[in-house]
């Protein structure tokens, strides 16, 4: 009785690991434009965001010179106007980090004359896992961080996992 105590012990904490590793595992982080650019006058930003999908929960980060631009979020009046009057907010760090907490479109930009009328500025639009699914960019996008981020198929499994032992754990007779 007590083996089997133990086993369900060890089986409990298997899953409160699954879950916490899903947890650290949920979104992506990317830098904008990398790796072949990065937040500057010289990336091709509607090519970049069009190779990604973006999920509640990713980060993305602008990498720049703070003496030769800056990071404005605008609403889509603001991106097609190239405008930073009305901004929703504003960013110079040279190394900030943005996260996509739901589902819509986040216009960016940099607020300096005449870079976002030469094309310094990305639309990122951001999609729930679900209407993703089977969608043009279905494939599991690169994390430009370089790290291996586990997807949700993976912690799924890991849960099925953990409950597959608990239920074989409660059922053995000792």
């Known amino acids: 009785m007590e083996i089997r105590r133990a086993l369900v012990v060890i ?23 990398a790796p072949d650019g990065l937040w500057d006058m010289h990336t091709d930003y509607a090519d970049w965001v069009s190779r990604r999908t973006f999920h509640p929960g990713d980060n993305i980060t602008f ?14 009046a603001g991106y097609d106007a190239c405008s ?10 040279g190394n900030d980090v943005v996260t996509l907490a739901a589902p819509g479109t986040r216009y960016f930009l940099c607020g300096l004359t005449g870079h976002c009328a030469n094309g310094m500025k990305i639309a990122i639009r951001v999609v729930d896992a679900a209407s993703s699914a089977g969608g043009p960019n279905a494939s599991p996008p690169v994390a430009s961080s370089g790290r291996a981020v586990g ?10 996992q953990a409950l597959s032992l608990v239920a074989v754990v409660g059922g053995m007779a000792f």
């Not at 990498?63 to 609403?75: A, C, K, N």
């Not at 930073?84 to 760090?93: C, I, K, P």
């Open 84 to 93: 930073s009057a009305n901004n929703v907010s504003a960013f110079r760090s």
């Open 11 to 33: 089986a409990v904490v298997a899953m409160a690991a699954a879950v916490a590793q899903s947890a650290a595992a949920a979104g992506m982080s990317y830098t904008v434009g």
């Open 151 to 160: 997807g949700l198929g993976a912690v799924m499994m890991m849960g099925v």
């Open 63 to 76: 990498t720049y010179s703070r003496e030769l631009h800056d990071v404005v979020e605008v609403g889509k």
